[in-house]
C-alpha cells in the first residue's frame, strides 16, 4: 500500500521534541515488525494449503512410485550438499523463489519457464489456485502514547495499545440480522380487518402523543438541560409511519410554535466571534452559550422545516418515500403557515424575523382565501402592536418590492394592510412617554422628614442629573422612531405614487386612495400641488366608482385641511362633485359608504369653516336633509348629527326652520350647482316626516333640529348624543348583525289558560239561558245546545 503521509517539513522537526521522534521511531518499527510477522503467516498458511491439496490429489502408483524416488534423490542431493557449503548468490535465489506461489507449485526438475502459458487442460492444482479466498488477517495494533515517567535514570516513555473491535465479529452479527430479516419478510403478513387497523391506527397515535406531551413538558420544566430533546421532538417532523405521519406532522409544527414561543429570550441571540470563544468564561456562562447556540439552530431547522413543507405544496411535489398523500399537503401547508404567522406576531425581536417576513408576504397575494385572509390578519396584528416601527418598515419593504415585482398584479388586500400602520403624530408622542422610564421621586415632605440638610443637597442635584438623562433617553427613542416612522411613510408613498402614475385601471386604485385619505396630512408640501391636480383629473375622467371619488375627494381634502392651508387652491369642484352625486346613496348596496361621505363632510366643514360660504352650506343642509328619508336607520342619524353640526356652526341656518321665503329666486333641486340653487328660499319640511319614523333615535335627532339644535333647555340632546361624532353614531347603530338597535320590546302573547277560562265561562252562562228559556234537563255542551236550538226552529 502506498504511504499517503506527508513528510514533516524540516521546520516542524526543530520544534518537536526529542522524546516525541523517539517515540515516533520506535512506532514505526513496531509496525514494520507486525507487517512483517503477519507476511510471514500468511506465507504459513498458504504453504499448509498447498500441502493439504496435493495430498488430497490420486496419484497412479507408477507416479506414486516415481515420486518416491524423486524424493529420495533429493533427500540424498540434500545430504550431499547441506545448506552451509552453498554459495552465497544460489541461497539468496532459493530464498527469493521460496516467496513466490510459482517456486512451491511448479516441478523444480523441469526447464520449463516460470511464466508458461496455459494449457488445455489445467491441473487441479491451478484450479485451486484461482478459487478466491479471503485470508484471516490479524488487526494491526495501535500503540497510545501515554505521559512519561521521570525517575534518577531519566525519562521513561509509556505506550498501551488501543483496543481493537472485531470487525469482522460485527460484519457476521450484521450478515445474520439481514439474513433473519429477509426470513421475516418472506412470512406473508397478518391479514387484519378495518376495525383492527383503526385500533392499531389509534393506540400508534396516542403513543406518538404521549411522546410528543412528555418531550415537550420536559423541554419547559428545564430549557437549558433539554435542548437536546428539542432535537428529537424536532425528528419527528419526518414521521414515516404512512398511518398516523400528517397528524404526528401538525401537532409537532405546533408543540414546537409554543415551546418557541416560551423559550425564547427577549434579546436577539448573536453569533460569538472568535475572541470570544477563545477566552474562558465561567460554567454558567458556558452553558448560556451552548443553551443559546442550540435554540438559535434548532429554530432554524424548525423554519426551514415549515419552508420546504410549504414549498412541497406549492410545487406539488411528491416525496419519494411516498408517506404522505398530495392531498394531505394543503393541510400541512396550512398549519405551517399558521405557525409562521405566530412567530411573526410573537417573536419580532428575535432571530430569522426578516426571514419569516419574506416567507409570510408573497403569501398575502396567495390564491387560497384562507391563507391569504391569515397572512393579512398576522401582518395587521403586528402593524397594531409595533410601537417602535422596525418591524413595520421591513413588511413594508417587502410589500412594496411585491408590488413592483408582480407589475401592480396583486390583490387589493396586500396593500390595505398598509392602513393598520402605526403613523400618527399622538401616538408617537404616546410610545415615546411609554418607553421612557418612569422615575419616582420623593417630595419635599418627606425630604425634610427623613433627610438632613446636606443630604437635601445631594439629593437635590442627583435628581436633577437624573430628570436630565430620561429626558435624554426619551427623546432618543422619539427620534429613533421619527426617523422609522419616516422611512416607512416614504416607501409607502412612493408604492402609492407609481400605481397612480403607472397603474390608474388597476383594481388597487381604491387602496390607494383610501390610503392617501387617511396619511395625507404626512404628505411632504411639495407633492400637494401635483398630487391634486391628479386626483381631480381621475374624478373628472368618470371611469371610478363612486367609493372610490368619495377616497378622492376624502384624500384631497385632508391635504388642504392640513398643511396645505399655506397652498392657494380653490377646492370648489370637490364640493361640487360631492352635491351631485349626494343623491347616489340609498339603503341597498351604497349604504355603507355614508361613512366616507360623513368624514368628508368633517373635514369640508367643520374644519374649513372659514373657507365655506352660508349659501353652500343651505345647500348641503337640505339635500342632506332630503337624503335622510332614503337611508337605513344609523344613516339618518349619521345625517342628522351631521345636520346638527352645520347649524351650530352656521348661525343663519334657522332660516330653513321658516315658511316664508328669505329672498328672491325659486329652490332648484336638481341643479347641481350649490352656491346657485337658492337653498335660502327653501324649507326642512323632511324634518316633519323624520319625527314620525319607526326608529326612535331618528325621532329624537328630528325633534331637536326642529326645535333649532339648542344647546340648553328641554329639546336639547342628551350628553352621550350630543358628544359622539356622526361617523361614532352610524356605527353604534348599525344594523349589519340584523338586530333592532335599540331593541324593539316583545309582545306577550295570551296564555293558553287564559282561553280555556273563557271557553267554560261561556259555556256556564249558556245553560243558565237555556235553563231558564226552556224547561228541560240541563244541557253540558254547547252542541247539545245547538241540537236543542235546531229542533225548536223546525218544529
Not at 47 to 57: F, L, Q
Not at 155 to 162: G, V, Y
Not at 241 to 258: Q, T
Request: proline share 5%; glycine share 2%; hydrophobic share 40%.
Amino acid at each position: 500500500r502506498k504511504n499517503t503521509k506527508r513528510v514533516p517539513s524540516f521546520r516542524k522537526l526543530l520544534r518537536t521534541s526529542k522524546i516525541k521522534l523517539d517515540n515516533k521511531l520506535k512506532n514505526k518499527q513496531y509496525k514494520q515488525q507486525s507487517a512483517a510477522k503477519k507476511y510471514r503467516k500468511e506465507q504459513k498458511k498458504l504453504r499448509e494449503a498447498v500441502r493439504d491439496a496435493i495430498s488430497r490429489k490420486p496419484f497412479p502408483l507408477e507416479e506414486c512410485k516415481k515420486k518416491q524416488v524423486a524424493e529420495k534423490h533429493e533427500e540424498e542431493e540434500e545430504d550431499a550438499l547441506p545448506l552451509d557449503m552453498m554459495d552465497e548468490d544460489d541461497l539468496k535465489l532459493m530464498e527469493d523463489l521460496s516467496q513466490k506461489a510459482s517456486f512451491l507449485t511448479r516441478d523444480l526438475s523441469s526447464n520449463e519457464p516460470v511464466h508458461i502459458k496455459k494449457r488445455k487442460h489445467e491441473s487441479v492444482m491451478d484450479k485451486y489456485e484461482k478459487v478466491p479466498r479471503r485470508m484471516q488477517t490479524e488487526p494491526e495494533k495501535e500503540l497510545i502514547h501515554l505521559l512519561p515517567i521521570k525517575d534518577k535514570g531519566g525519562i521513561i516513555p509509556r505506550t498501551m495499545e488501543k483496543p481493537v473491535l472485531n470487525v469482522a465479529q460485527d460484519e457476521e452479527e450484521d450478515t445474520e440480522e439481514v439474513e433473519e430479516g429477509e426470513d421475516f419478510n418472506e412470512e406473508p403478513l397478518p391479514v387484519l380487518t378495518p376495525e383492527e387497523m383503526a385500533a392499531q391506527r389509534r393506540q400508534k397515535l396516542q403513543e406518538r402523543k404521549m411522546h410528543i406531551a412528555a418531550l415537550a413538558s420536559a423541554i419547559l420544566s428545564e430549557p437549558d438541560n433539554n435542548i437536546k430533546k428539542l432535537k428529537e421532538l424536532r425528528a419527528m417532523l419526518m414521521e414515516q409511519d404512512p398511518n398516523v405521519a400528517v397528524i404526528v406532522r401538525k401537532l409537532v409544527m405546533v408543540s414546537l410554535m409554543e415551546i418557541f414561543k416560551d423559550i425564547v429570550p427577549s434579546y436577539k441571540i448573536r453569533p460569538l466571534t472568535e475572541a470570544e470563544k477563545a477566552t474562558k468564561v465561567k460554567k454558567e456562562t458556558q452553558k448560556l452559550r451552548e443553551f443559546e447556540e442550540g435554540l438559535v439552530s434548532q429554530y432554524k431547522f424548525y423554519l426551514e422545516n415549515l419552508e420546504q413543507t410549504i414549498k412541497d405544496w406549492k410545487q406539488r411535489k411528491l416525496k419519494k418515500s411516498n408517506v404522505i398523500s398530495l392531498k394531505a399537503y394543503k393541510g400541512l401547508a396550512e398549519i405551517a403557515v399558521k405557525c409562521l404567522c405566530e412567530l411573526l406576531v410573537a417573536l419580532p425581536h428575535f432571530n430569522f424575523h426578516n426571514n419569516i417576513i419574506v416567507l409570510i408576504v408573497p403569501l398575502m397575494n396567495d390564491a387560497s382565501k384562507m391563507i391569504s385572509e391569515l397572512c393579512c390578519e398576522a401582518v395587521k396584528k403586528l402593524f397594531k402592536q409595533d410601537k417602535l416601527g422596525c418591524a413595520s418598515l421591513g413588511v413594508v419593504k417587502v410589500i412594496s418590492g411585491l408590488v413592483r415585482g408582480r407589475n401592480y398584479d396583486v390583490r387589493p388586500e396586500v396593500l390595505k394592510v398598509f392602513l393598520h400602520l402605526r403613523i400618527k403624530e399622538v401616538e408617537l408622542q404616546k410610545d415615546s412617554e411609554d418607553i421612557a422610564p418612569k422615575k419616582k421621586f420623593m417630595t419635599y415632605k418627606e425630604k425634610r422628614k427623613n433627610l438632613s440638610r446636606m443630604q437635601r443637597k445631594w439629593r437635590k442635584a442627583e435628581e436633577k442629573l437624573e430628570r436630565e438623562l430620561l429626558e435624554a433617553e426619551a427623546s432618543e427613542s422619539k427620534e429613533k422612531k421619527l426617523k422609522l416612522h419616516t422611512e416607512t411613510l416614504n416607501i409607502v408613498f412612493v408604492t402609492y405614487f407609481r400605481i397612480l402614475k403607472k397603474a390608474q385601471k388597476s383594481p388597487l386604485l381604491p387602496a390607494v386612495l383610501e390610503g392617501l385619505a387617511k396619511f395625507a396630512h404626512l404628505i411632504n408640501v411639495e407633492f400637494f400641488d401635483d398630487l391634486v391636480i391628479v386626483l381631480h383629473s381621475l374624478i373628472a375622467s368618470g371611469d371610478l366608482s363612486y367609493r372610490e371619488s368619495l377616497h378622492c375627494i376624502l384624500s384631497a381634502f385632508h391635504i388642504l385641511s392640513g398643511q396645505g392651508d399655506v397652498l392657494n387652491i380653490d377646492p370648489m369642484k370637490f364640493y361640487t362633485h360631492l352635491y351631485k352625486t349626494l343623491f347616489s346613496l340609498h339603503a341597498g348596496r351604497t349604504n355603507d359608504d355614508i361613512e366616507i361621505v360623513l368624514q368628508c363632510l368633517d373635514v369640508m366643514f367643520a374644519k374649513r369653516r372659514k373657507q365655506v360660504s352660508q349659501q353652500r352650506a343651505l345647500a348641503f343642509l337640505k339635500r342632506l336633509s332630503t337624503l335622510a328619508l332614503h337611508v337605513l336607520p344609523n344613516s339618518s342619524v349619521g345625517i342628522l348629527a351631521t345636520n346638527r353640526v352645520l347649524m351650530q356652526i352656521f348661525p343663519k341656518m334657522d332660516l330653513l326652520l321658516d315658511n316664508e321665503s328669505q329672498g328672491s329666486g325659486v329652490y332648484l333641486p336638481e341643479l347641481d350647482e350649490p352656491e346657485h340653487c337658492n337653498a335660502q328660499n327653501t324649507a326642512l319640511w323632511e324634518l316633519h316626516l323624520l319625527q314620525r319614523h319607526y326608529h326612535p333615535m331618528v325621532r329624537t335627532f328630528a325633534a331637536h333640529l326642529i326645535a333649532g339644535a339648542p344647546t340648553e333647555g328641554s329639546a336639547a340632546l342628551p350628553l352621550d348624543l350630543s358628544q359622539r361624532p356622526a361617523t361614532e353614531l352610524f356605527e353604534a347603530y348599525s344594523m349589519r348583525g340584523m338586530t333592532f338597535n335599540p331593541p324593539v320590546a316583545s309582545v306577550t302573547p295570551r296564555r293558553k289558560d287564559t282561553f280555556s277560562q273563557m271557553d267554560a265561562f261561556i259555556d256556564e252562562e249558556l245553560n243558565k239561558l237555556l235553563q231558564q228559556r226552556i224547561g228541560e234537563t240541563v244541557v253540558h255542551k254547547p252542541l247539545d245546545f245547538a241540537k236543542h236550538l235546531k229542533a225548536s226552529s223546525l218544529s
